[in-house]
T-cell receptor, first 106, second 116 residues
């Protein structure tokens, strides 16, 4: 299985963009990159996914490097409700690592 | 649409007792997952079903854990007998079909198990 590496934590100011990096250097050609987040005491929530091209939806943008070895999740205008653990995973069987704990501060 | 339903939300048992968790996936979802999430860690996949067949149970401690998905809809996860280290949140998730690589999984709220 391709593994992912994320920073353990990061802070972000409310209203600013939050850029969350993820390394997945062993990803194979047909594996998608998925991002989920988990707010305290809830189950993980799907955010976005992509294969090669950059993707955007109402929640976030996903930037995938050309070699597909890393990606960045962008929350364009972080709010206090975006405080959560963010997981970057490679679609094989949805194995989650430790994720990045994002704290949005007023 | 209704989400993934799990019950109970909380359960406290003594070690060596048995416990069962129930999951009702989103209607029409062929794939069902059970995860264990220990405090401070990411969810760890225990077992994956495609309809009523097991796709992957490589990380399921089969000496004490069992799961079934009769009729390819609801699923139950059982622990017998429970150990202190089984204290965790047990999450159920479902997705449309694992053969579609771009299909996201939807998670339930989880069952918080405390073994004392």
């Amino acid at each position: 299985d391709a593994k992912t590496t994320q920073p353990p934590s990061m802070d972000c100011a409310e209203g600013r963009a939050a850029n969350l990096p993820c390394n997945h250097s062993t990803i194979s050609g047909n594996e998608y990159v998925y991002w989920y987040r988990q707010i305290h005491s809830q189950g993980p929530q799907y955010i976005i996914h992509g294969l090669k091209n950059n993707e955007t939806n109402e929640m976030a943008s996903l930037i995938i490097t050309e070699d597909r070895k890393s990606s960045t999740l962008i929350l364009p205008h972080a709010t206090l409700r975006d405080t959560a653990v963010y997981y970057c995973i490679v679609r094989v069987q949805l194995s989650f690592g430790a994720g990045t704990t994002v704290t949005v501060r007023a | 649409e209704a989400g993934v339903a799990q019950s109970p939300r909380y359960k406290i048992i003594e070690k060596r007792q048995s416990v069962a968790f129930w999951c009702n996936p989103i209607s029409g979802h062929a794939t069902l997952y059970w995860y264990q999430q220990i405090l401070g860690q990411g969810p760890k996949l225990l077992i994956q079903f495609q309809n009523n067949g097991v796709v992957d149970d490589s990380q399921l401690p089969k000496d004490r854990f069992s799961a079934e998905r009769l009729k390819g809809v609801d699923s139950t996860l059982k622990i017998q007998p429970a150990k202190l280290e089984d204290s965790a949140v047990y999450l159920c998730a479902s997705s449309l079909d694992r053969t579609y690589p771009h299909t996201e999984a939807f998670f339930g709220q989880g069952t918080r198990l405390t073994v004392v």
